[in-house]
Nanobody
Framework: QVELVESGGGLVQTGGSLRLSCQAS???????MAWYRQAPGKQRDLVAS?????????ADSVKGRFTISRNNVANAVTVSLQMNSLEPEDTAVYYC??????????????WGQGTQVTVSS
């Protein structure tokens, strides 16, 4: 069983920065890691992703402001989201997502518990 542990988040003023981190207990067989967010009354949307090969992708609304990265330590891996120039529209619960391909036909994804990010105007 893979465990995801999120950290970071909190309250920040407009223009400020926050860093989110998510540690996955297993680093092998990862296909992609990503951050999603969900604002009240809205659907959960993809914010940024990074593949096993290090290719990144971002939602248009965060390009140039957010940076996703990953770091392997022993058998664990941490995916981080550096968020700069935060805006009130970035307020949401942020979720870490990790996709694994353990074998042909066996793909599993895991979600973190979510962490609140609030940007005050």
């Amino acid at each position: 069983q893979v465990e995801l542990v999120e950290s970071g988040g909190g309250l920040v003023q407009t223009g400020g920065s926050l860093r989110l981190s998510c540690q996955a207990s297993q680093s092998i067989f990862i296909t992609a890691m990503a951050w999603y967010r969900q604002a009240p009354g809205k659907q959960r949307d993809l914010v940024a992703s990074i593949t096993g090969g290090g290719i990144t992708d971002y939602a248009d609304s965060v390009k140039g402001r957010f940076t996703i990265s990953r770091n392997n330590v022993a058998n664990a891996v941490t995916v981080s989201l550096q968020m700069n120039s935060l805006e009130p529209e970035d307020t949401a619960v942020y979720y870490c997502n990790v996709k694994y391909t353990f074998s042909i036909g066996r793909r599993v994804e895991y979600w973190g518990q979510g962490t609140q990010v609030t940007v005050s105007s």
